[in-house]
Structure formats: C-alpha cells, structure tokens
C-alpha cells in the first residue's frame, strides 16, 4: 500500500536542526495521545482502528 498524504496535511519541516537541550543519560519520553470526544470529533471513515472512551479520572489514578 502506498502513502498517499492527506490533503490539506503540512509537509514534513525540510530545515531541521539539531536540539540544544541535553537531556541525562536513561531518560525516555512516555506520552499519551487524547481523542474525542467521538461525537464531537470523530474519526474519519478512513482510519482503521477504533478508541474507547474513558474519563479522564480513570487515568489518573
């Protein structure tokens, strides 16, 4: 399957430099990504996977 690039999708920056920051040895970068809700933003047809819908007090637990 090839890429085919959403339109209205930004191009990926060509000038990139090389960061300043030092971060200490180990580290890593743990995040999360929040969705939704689905009625209110919902995914396009195309997207194949589907997310559940938590509050959020249950991830802060």
């Known amino acids: 399957m090839a890429f085919e690039k959403t ?16 971060v200490p040895t180990g580290v890593v970068d743990a ?13 396009a047809q195309s997207v194949n996977t589907r997310h559940v819908t938590h509050r959020m007090s249950s991830c802060m637990r």
């Open 31 to 43: 995040h999360c990504h929040v969705f939704g809700p689905g009625a209110e933003f919902p995914f």
């Open 7 to 22: 339109p209205g999708s930004l191009d990926r920056y060509a000038g990139p430099s090389k960061p300043r920051l030092q």
